[in-house]
């Protein structure tokens, strides 16, 4: 595969942008390669500089449920461009996206537009403190919501202490005030309150996590995080940013039946534009200004270009319900690709949910960080090497999930399978 202009404008990004990217993981530094340029995209199709072609199964990390510029998303956003970028001012768009939302997920009354789902999540720690007048929080290893300082944090040396920067430059005070626990083990979570549930003001949770790859959890764990919550006066965040919208159409929530106080939502309610929310009852949300105390602001924050990319693509997904039919994709695919591991005896766990899934180098069953920890990124990174030559674009990383989208059909699904069965055969 000839990659020569994209090396060549990665070596000028990286005269000017810290490592030449945007987001580190773009930097492909753990399958050992340098980035792509992407020229451009459409369909489950991913084009760059050098005239490659890929099958996608990054999606913009999940945003482009309905695959990359879909006709209707892009009229869209020229339409709004032609009235205007921004206004700062109120935008009919916003509540037509605000309203799809309200009506998608039952336990938001009121929903709040940001511009990422880093936004999102450290706003709504802030209300609920607000909300408790506590200060500390729980969240759990693995999970990822964003990149705020009280979020960088991982277990400190016992679950009881507190947790420890995972990252120069955030301060102590943070690490003291979050609290970590592991992921589908609720004893963690109940050993966490005991010591000290009147002083934590928000549990958030990823109720599919997928920041660790891709590990579902467990029904009763998710109840379980429900009832001591409420027993405790703490909020339940859910952060919904990647399964909002891509589990079922409405949040993850509703399909299992668990109201959180708080949801966060980002990516595909975006439509591939910078989009951020968070929401939740009506006495909750109360509190942000100007309503209530709490301050929470954006220049660009629900301006009329990416409400109406988030809301035609809601629309879509409504109307047509792909759901089915992406599910139904993403077995065969899994199905397919456990064979291809399993005609070669190569040891694989593959997790799946919806049009979500991520192929474990690990013989063992994902189901927490600790398992997730076990698979081989040396063996990943081979076989990455293998499946992008012949033109197929996980993503590049063991621990970022896969997407399906509503573009990938029978024909590109196949094709991965036999780009995956010829990779396994050359680093076998
Ligand atoms: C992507 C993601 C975020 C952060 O969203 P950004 O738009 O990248 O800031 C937060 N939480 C979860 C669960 C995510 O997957």
Redesign the pocket.
């Known amino acids: 595969m000839n990659t020569s202009k994209s090396r060549e404008l990665f070596a000028s990004a990286e005269k000017y942008i810290p490592g030449g990217v945007n987001s580190p993981v773009r930097a492909f530094k753990s399958v050992g390669l340098k980035p792509l340029f992407i020229e451009k995209a459409s369909g489950y199709k991913t084009f760059d500089v050098d005239g490659n072609e890929f099958i996608d199964y990054v999606c913009s990390?999940?945003p482009l449920i309905l695959g990359h510029s879909h006709p209707q998303v892009v009229e869209s956003i020229c339409r709004a461009a032609e009235k205007g970028s921004s206004y700062g001012a109120p935008c009919q768009q916003e509540i037509e996206l605000a309203q799809l939302i309200c009506e998608a997920i039952p336990s938001i009354d009121l929903v709040r537009m940001v511009n990422?789902?880093?936004e999102a999540?450290m706003s709504a720690i802030r209300l609920a403190r607000a909300c408790t007048g506590r200060d500390k929080i729980v969240k759990f290893e693995g999970c990822?919501?964003?990149?705020a300082d009280s979020f960088l944090i991982k277990a400190g040396s016992g679950l009881l202490t507190s947790g420890v920067p995972n990252s120069p430059g955030v301060p102590e005070a943070f690490a003291n005030n979050t609290l970590v626990a592991r992921y589908n083990d609720i004893d963690s979570v109940e050993e966490v309150f005991e010591k000290s549930g009147h002083e934590i003001a928000a549990l958030i949770v990823?109720p599919v996590a997928?920041?660790m790859g891709l590990v579902p959890s467990r029904p009763e764990f998710l109840q379980g995080l429900r009832k001591i919550t409420e027993e405790y006066g703490s909020l339940l965040i859910f952060?919904e940013?990647?399964s909002g919208f891509r589990a079922c159409y409405g949040a993850y929530q509703n399909e299992i039946g668990i109201e959180p106080d708080l949801t966060?939502l980002?990516?595909i309610i975006g439509g591939g534009l910078p989009v951020?929310a968070f929401g939740g009852k009506r006495e909750v949300m109360e509190h942000i200004a100007p309503l209530g105390g709490v301050y929470q602001a954006g220049t660009l924050a629900g301006n009329p270009l990416a409400m109406a990319a988030g809301a035609e693509t809601l629309k879509i997904l409504k109307k047509e319900d792909p759901y089915d039919k992406m599910a139904k994709m993403c077995i065969f695919l899994t199905e397919k690709i456990k064979d291809v591991f399993a005609q070669r005896s190569i040891d694989c766990s593959i997790n799946r949910m919806a049009s979500m899934f991520s192929v474990f180098f690990t013989g063992n069953e994902v189901v927490d960080f600790e398992s997730v920890m076990t698979a081989d990124t040396e063996k990943y990174a081979l076989f990455y090497r293998e499946i992008l030559e012949r033109g197929v674009y996980f993503p590049p990383s063991q621990f970022e999930v896969c997407f399906v989208s509503s573009a990938h059909d029978l024909y590109a699904i196949e094709n991965t399978v036999k780009i995956v069965s010829e990779a396994l055969d050359k680093i076998s």
Do not use: A, F, L
């Open positions: 990390w999940g990422s789902g880093t999540t990822y919501h964003g990149h990823e997928g920041n952060d940013v990647i966060t980002g990516k951020g």
